[in-house]
């Protein structure tokens, strides 16, 4: 695994954190796979929220890949 690009992706996630947070909520990266794809787990609140795809997709995914573009794919495992 590439920790610099690990890094790169913890610290978009650190963008974002507070305000998941503040809903109860929390996410963790795992992995990166094969270079471009993210593979998180959604804890907390976020884990049974009925709206966590849109967090998902709006949220998370957004930030991840404008802050990483070689991002090309973010998943949850568990959702």
């Known amino acids: 695994m590439d920790q610099e690009l ?3 992706v913890e610290a978009a996630l ?3 954190r ?3 947070e503040a809903d109860g ?3 963790e990266l795992l992995e990166v796979v ?3 794809t993210a593979m998180l787990e959604l804890k ?3 884990s049974t929220c009925s709206m ?3 967090t998902m997709k709006a949220g998370i995914e957004e930030t991840i890949m ?3 573009p070689e991002i090309k794919s973010v998943r949850a495992v568990k959702l």
């Open 52 to 54: 966590s795809q849109m």
């Open 14 to 16: 650190q963008t974002i």
């Open 6 to 8: 690990f890094n790169r």
């Open 34 to 36: 094969d270079g471009d």
């Open 18 to 20: 507070p305000y998941l």
């Open 25 to 27: 909520g929390d996410v």
């Open 66 to 68: 404008r802050a990483v």
């Open 44 to 46: 907390g609140a976020c």
